[in-house]
Structures are given as C-alpha cells and as structure tokens.
C-alpha cells in the first residue's frame, strides 16, 4: 500500500521542524566559547558537500545553473543577514523566545507582499498582521525599559527571512531550489572566508567535542534545506508553514531541560500571540488558494 503524498510531505515537514530545533541548540552549544563569524564559517563549509551532491542527483550537469542571477544576489545577501541575525540571537535569548520572534517572519511578509509582489491582501490577513504586530511588541516588551539590541536581533532576522520568502518565490517561478541552496551557501562560503582572511583573530580551528558539534551544524543545516526543498513536492505550503509553528512551543520546551531557559509570562502570550496569528494568516492562504481553484475549475 502506497503512502499517500500529503502524508509524506507533512512527515518532511515534521522533520524540518526537528532539524530546526536542532541547529538552535547547536549555535547555542558552541556559543560559549565559539565566535559567530567561525560558527558560519563551519556552518557554511560542511553544508556544502551534501547539498552539492543533492543537486548532482537532481539535476547532473545543471546543478550550478541559474536563470535570475539578480533575484540570486539578493537572496544571498537577504539570506546572509538572516542568518547572522538569527545566530546572533539564539546565542543572546532563550531559544524558545528567539524562535518566536523568527517565526514571526510570516507576518512581515504578508505585509510586504501587496508592495513587492503585488498580492492583494484581505480584511482577515490585515487583522492577522496588526495582531501578529502585537505579540512581537509583547515578545520584546520595549517600554519596560530593558529592551537590548538582543531582542532587536530577532526582530531582524524575521524581517530577513520576510524579504527572503519573497525572493524565493520568484526564483521558485523558473530556478530549482537545490541549485538556490548551492549558490546561497557556496557564496556564504566565500564571503566568510574573506572575511576570516582579513580578521583572523575571529577564527579558531577548533577539535575534539565543539569540532565535531560545528561539523554537525553544517550537516544538520543541509538536511534543513534538502528536506524543506524535498516537502513542497509532496504537500501544499500551506501545510507546510502550519508544521512549522510547532517549532515554537517545541524550542521552548527543549530550551528549559537543556539550557535552563525559562519564558516570562509575558514572553509566552507574545508566542502564542504570533503563533495564532500566523495560522490566521496559513488559514487565509487557503482559502483564497481553493477559491482560486474552483474559480479555474468552473471557467475550465
């Protein structure tokens, strides 16, 4: 008996969130004693070899080929600072927090997207983004007086990954993913080596124990993209960004028996603030997307 599709590809999604959680706790292992531009460094440079080989099993001699080269160079340089920012921030929060603030990236990008791509949004979705706006203020709590420039970095990295979703629905339109990723982290690569050349007091060659756990973060960081990539062939994005918010409460459970990490109050309702209306906003998406298709169905 065959495994239906829909099942597959929400077991990816699962997956994705499992490999998520898991390169959180790594950034945060070797933080301690690991600088950020090393952590990227290794991220990057393990990352390569699995998703090079994906993309030769995918598409052979193709594999490097890209159509938009412009929408690339901004999705390289988006999906840098996303990533830094979200390294940055998982070092300095609790996980669970950080990971809140992240996931809050469907927010911006509903609102974005009636500029960038020219999507109209409704009544529902607007009410979703201003109550989604809301639980990032509760998240951050910026009039308590003890906002720092680490809750900032959460903030950041979600607005990143918003301008990134973007970007990698234009070149989903005509450019496969797995040659996205290559370029994404061959040019990440590079960049950080440069500037592990020019600052060498940044860069460490590590061993033992945190060499192994920086190994790790590339491996696990590849297997993210590959299956992320692998899931939108079996199951609609919509169902795919409904798995993903299980990643929030999951963080902040695994950040309280790993790290000792406890969430205020405050701090949990901004969460689930942002986790609901992030739903509102999936839930809308497919409403309007079986609307569009009886609407091609009954003109057909």
């Not at 920012?85 to 990971?99: D, E, H, I």
């Not at 409403?287 to 609407?295: L, T």
Request: glycine share 8%; proline share 3%; with cysteine.
């Amino acid at each position: 008996m065959s495994v239906p599709r829909s099942v597959i590809g929400a077991l990816l999604s699962v997956c994705t969130v499992g490999f998520g959680i898991t390169t959180g706790v790594l950034v945060k292992e070797v933080s301690s004693e690991v600088s950020v531009v090393t952590t990227l460094f290794y991220r990057f440079l393990f990352s390569l070899p699995l998703l090079i080989s994906f993309g030769l099993l995918t598409r052979g001699r193709q594999f490097m080929q890209i159509n938009q080269k412009k929408t690339l160079f901004f999705r390289v340089l988006f999906g840098f600072s996303g990533i830094c920012f979200w390294f940055l921030s998982v070092r300095t929060m609790p996980l669970g927090q950080a990971t809140a603030l992240f996931q809050s990236s469907v927010i911006f990008v509903t609102l974005l997207s009636p500029l960038l791509l020219g999507e109209r949004v409704g009544i529902y979705r607007w009410c979703a983004v201003l109550t989604g706006m809301m639980g990032v203020i509760v998240v951050t709590d910026p009039f308590s007086g003890d906002l720092t420039h680490y809750a900032l970095f959460g903030v950041m990295a979600a607005m990143s990954g918003a301008v990134l979703a973007i970007l990698l629905r234009r070149l989903g339109r005509s450019d496969a993913p797995a040659s996205v990723a290559i370029w994404y982290n061959l040019i990440g690569f590079l960049v950080i080596s440069v500037v592990v050349m020019l600052f060498p007091i940044n860069f460490v060659i590590y061993s033992g124990t945190t060499l192994h756990q920086l190994i790790a973060l590339g491996v696990v960081a590849s297997f993210l993209q590959i299956l992320l990539t692998s899931s939108y062939r079996y199951a609609d994005a919509v169902v795919i960004s409904s798995m993903r918010y299980l990643q929030m409460p999951l963080s902040g459970l695994v950040g309280y028996f790993m790290f000792a990490e406890i969430m205020t109050t405050t701090e949990i309702t901004g969460a689930a603030i942002i986790i609901g209306s992030c739903l509102v906003i999936v839930w809308r998406a497919l409403v309007r997307g079986r609307a569009a298709q009886s609407s091609v169905s009954s003109n057909s």
